[in-house]
């Protein structure tokens, strides 16, 4: 895929937040670099941040890197590669090969400490400046790597203060260091077990939306304002399980927007 992925967060999982999904929104591009045998050797990353809409000084970023699976008349589903241990090394300001996964990197701890200066991009008492971009190189175990399996970024975000709990995007499976036991309490309605469905409430609303846009100037909604309202298509894409209004995002709804331009 080349161009932008923009990836959006609502904090407070298992529990229902204020569906804003401007908590954290990041701009995303992967670009990975192969040798003869069709394996991946590295990647290149830029992670714009382009809203910090959390007043929570308890948000940490993750990315996970996960095998693709494709089947004949099968779902796409991800799974943690069958060695873990596929990383090598990691390049970026405050970023960590995260300790007890070796398919994934801590990228900040801490991500309103880690921005200095801090700004929101929310449109509501908060500073508003241009996006900081991350660059981050990762290196991967060639030898633990499958040629040809194709491999994604998934990014999360979890607790500063708890780092088992995670937040993900739909069907995107946890880390080994999350903790599972928050699965089908509050809001949550996972079932990992049978169809490894992760990360969605009863209402089948998410708490992190991929989006790939292609584009990086994708309007995010401003603070206090739902996700639905910015985007009235929103509605049917989540109650069509993402069948119908594939688009909704190309509608934003003025003045309930925030562009970063």
Same mark, same amino acid.
């Given at each position: 895929?080349?161009?932008? #992925?923009?990836?959006?967060?609502?904090?407070?999982?298992?529990? @229902?937040?204020?569906?804003d999904f401007?908590?954290?929104? $990041?701009?995303?591009?992967?670009?990975? !670099?192969?040798? *003869?045998?069709?394996?991946?050797? =590295?990647?290149?990353i830029a992670?714009?941040?382009?809203?910090?809409? +959390?007043?929570?000084?308890?948000?940490?970023?993750? @990315?996970?890197?996960?095998?693709?699976?494709? %089947?004949?008349?099968?779902?796409?589903?991800? +799974? %943690?590669? /069958?060695? *873990?241990?596929?990383? +090598?090394?990691?390049?970026?300001?405050?970023? $960590?090969?995260?300790?007890?996964?070796?398919?994934? $990197?801590?990228?900040?701890?801490? $991500?309103?400490?880690?921005?200095?200066?801090?700004?929101?991009?929310?449109?509501?008492?908060?500073?508003?400046? +241009?996006?900081?971009?991350l660059h @981050?190189?990762?290196?991967?175990?060639?030898?633990?790597?499958?040629?040809?399996?194709?491999?994604?970024?998934?990014?999360?975000?979890? %607790?500063?203060?708890?780092?088992?709990?995670?937040?993900?995007?739909?069907?995107?499976?946890?880390?080994?260091?999350?903790?599972?036991?928050?699965?089908?309490?509050?809001?949550?309605?996972?079932? #990992?077990?049978?169809? !490894?469905?992760?990360?969605?409430? *009863? /209402?089948?609303?998410?708490?992190?939306?991929?989006?790939?846009?292609?584009?990086?100037?994708?309007?995010?909604?401003? *603070?206090?304002?739902?996700?639905?309202?910015?985007?009235?298509?929103? =509605?049917?894409?989540?109650?069509?399980?993402?069948?119908?209004?594939?688009?909704?995002?190309?509608?934003?709804?003025?003045?309930?927007?925030?562009?970063?331009?």
């Amino acid at each position: 895929y080349i161009g932008f #992925k923009t990836v959006l967060f609502d904090e407070g999982w298992p529990y @229902l937040n204020d569906f804003d999904f401007n908590d954290l929104v $990041i701009k995303t591009s992967i670009s990975y !670099h192969f040798n *003869k045998e069709n394996k991946p050797v =590295d990647a290149s990353i830029a992670i714009v941040m382009s809203a910090l809409g +959390t007043r929570n000084k308890n948000i940490g970023l993750g @990315l996970q890197f996960l095998e693709l699976n494709q %089947q004949p008349n099968s779902p796409i589903s991800y +799974t %943690q590669p /069958e060695n *873990k241990n596929i990383l +090598t090394a990691v390049y970026g300001p405050t970023a $960590i090969i995260d300790p007890n996964n070796k398919n994934a $990197i801590v990228i900040s701890d801490n $991500i309103i400490v880690n921005t200095q200066p801090y700004y929101t991009n929310d449109d509501w008492i908060g500073v508003s400046r +241009t996006p900081d971009t991350l660059h @981050l190189k990762v290196k991967f175990n060639t030898e633990q790597m499958i040629a040809g399996k194709i491999v994604i970024g998934d990014f999360f975000i979890f %607790q500063t203060d708890n780092r088992s709990i995670e937040t993900h995007v739909v069907d995107r499976p946890p880390t080994a260091t999350a903790d599972q036991s928050f699965f089908n309490t509050q809001a949550d309605q996972s079932d #990992k077990a049978n169809t !490894h469905h992760y990360y969605t409430s *009863k /209402e089948n609303t998410p708490w992190a939306i991929e989006m790939l846009t292609g584009r990086v100037d994708f309007a995010h909604p401003s *603070k206090q304002y739902l996700i639905n309202k910015a985007y009235p298509n929103f =509605d049917l894409w989540v109650e069509s399980n993402s069948i119908k209004a594939n688009d909704w995002y190309l509608y934003p709804v003025e003045p309930y927007v925030f562009w970063n331009r």
